[in-house]
């Protein structure tokens, strides 16, 4: 079940899910990278100002009516971000309206040929009693 | 009455020592902080709730053990009373694009991303530990603001005595099968050099310690040993004549040289082999350097016959491990580099 179907977040903004995900933009291109599981994602001209919006501290309801593109879209992209652990929502949003933006695409790359340096698997599998490798139940 | 300081070592997972050279320099330096007098504790992230124990309570040394423990954690530290080291192990990023220029993962962000990580952990840590001049100078060039130090990373002492030129025989290989630039090396001498070796003197073996049973146990003239004791490995490491490096790339300092020079043992490197090792201040050679697969070839050859020449590198090789890399020299670099830390 996707995050976005157990959690209203229509009142929610966004932000990058910091000190788990390291952020880096250059170029205008954002690599963030997700310490948990190891990966870590590209995303592109223009899919990163799509990006950068949804973590400006609108609520995603503002996000949704200031979007050319229909509201499901703007879902459909947060929940994604949600999903893989790249944003979490938070409760403080700007008050004022999001400036008119436009979602015509958005590209996330995934990669996971650093996961061998940087996955956390130890945490998540290992039972918090027994460490690893003894499996949690 | 001086207070007795204390330090805290947190890693991945529990060191397994036998799998992997990284275990080895974390239990060594939870020696050395324990010999220099800290109350010493170590704890993995692997078991949650000690690791959360542990971090409650209040430490003047905290060192993070590689890049990923070092970004989860350094934040649940209280900086006011504590320094933070982080214990890098090599260059990740560099190491990555040196495997790059290779094949390996060809067109990846690997480098990049794994850069913008070390960049974090070095400009976050109040010191960070390296354990090769060349890696401390490619960070102050990179970082002029990062406080970096070379410590020795390994502890050893050299071998008393060893069986001669002539009880010896064939040639041996420590190494994780998890290290890609083990793998890597390991398929190109297979592929490049070991037909030429067998080739021209067919009763030379060689003997594989690690985990290399699925890659290379049917191979002419191999034996695999897996991972065995540390007794088990002294009397691998007797029985060869030549302990082989042949890295196409890498970073950090490698253990598995240290580890044949400390057997007495002379060792074929590629210049990757021998970094961080190399015997700058000591006059003598202990090793001989091959580049090419037809210089490996002859040189392990030669070296494989020539008894006076093999007595000459297997006497240097201890005597570089004791001069540079002894218990003693590692206490001292460690203590140096802990001084300037706790200023």
């Known amino acids: 079940m996707r995050y976005s179907e157990i959690v209203d977040l229509q009142g929610s903004a966004f932000e990058i899910d910091e000190p788990s995900v390291i952020f880096e933009e250059q170029d205008g291109e954002i690599v963030l990278v997700e310490l948990r599981g190891g990966f870590y994602y590209r995303i592109k001209k223009p899919s990163a100002g799509v990006f950068n919006m949804l973590v400006s501290g609108y609520s995603l309801a503002k996000l949704q009516s200031s979007c050319a593109a229909d509201g499901e879209a703007v879902s459909t992209v947060v929940s994604d971000l949600l999903d893989k652990q790249l944003v979490r929502p938070v409760q403080e949003v700007r008050g004022e309206n999001a400036p008119p933006w436009e979602l015509k695409e958005f590209v996330l790359e995934e990669y996971g040929d650093l996961q061998e340096i940087l996955k956390l698997d130890p945490i998540h599998e290992a039972d918090p009693d027994a460490g690893w490798p003894t499996p949690r139940t | 009455m001086t207070r007795t300081q204390s330090a805290l070592i947190v890693d991945a997972g529990s060191p397994t020592p036998e799998n992997d050279a990284g275990s080895v320099a974390v239990r060594d330096l939870e020696w050395g902080l324990a010999e220099l007098g800290f109350q010493t504790r170590l704890a993995a992230e692997a078991r949650p709730r000690d690791l959360q124990e542990a971090l409650a309570r209040n430490y003047d040394v905290v060192v993070l053990s590689r890049p990923s423990t070092y970004l989860r954690n350094h934040s649940l530290i209280n900086r006011e009373k504590t320094k933070v080291l982080y214990f890098a192990h090599d260059l990740h990023f560099v190491r990555l694009s040196l495997g790059q220029a290779l094949g390996e993962n060809s067109g990846s962000l690997g480098p990049r991303v794994m850069k913008s990580v070390e960049a974090f952990c070095f400009s976050s840590a109040d010191l960070v530990l390296l354990p090769t001049e060349e890696e401390v100078a490619v960070v102050h060039e990179t970082w002029p603001d990062v406080s970096a130090r070379r410590i020795n990373y390994f502890a050893m002492e050299p071998v008393d005595e060893r069986p001669s030129f002539a009880s010896s025989h064939g040639l041996v290989f420590i190494g994780s099968r998890e290290h890609a630039p083990n793998r890597d090396g ?53 029985a060869a004549r030549i302990g082989i490096a042949p890295l196409r790339y890498g970073a950090g300092m490698k253990r598995k040289t240290l580890h044949y020079f400390a057997a007495g043992l002379p060792v074929v490197s590629t210049d990757f082999g021998l970094e961080g090792i190399r015997a700058t201040h000591v006059p003598e050679p202990a090793a001989v350097i091959a580049r090419s697969s037809d210089e490996w070839v002859a040189r392990l050859l030669e070296l494989h016959a020539q008894e006076s020449r093999w007595n000459e590198l297997s006497r240097n090789a201890k005597r570089h491990v004791s001069a540079c890399f002894s218990n003693e020299a590692y206490l001292s670099d460690l203590s140096v580099a802990l001084q300037d830390a706790l200023q």
């Open chain 2, 186 to 238: 390991l398929a190109w001498f297979f592929e490049e050099v070991w037909p030429g070796v067998v080739g021209e003197a067919p009763d030379i073996t060689l003997t594989l310690i690690g985990d290399w049973a699925s890659d290379f146990e049917q191979v002419h003239n191999v034996r695999v040993l897996g991972n065995v004791s540390d007794s088990e490995v002294d009397v691998a490491m007797s």
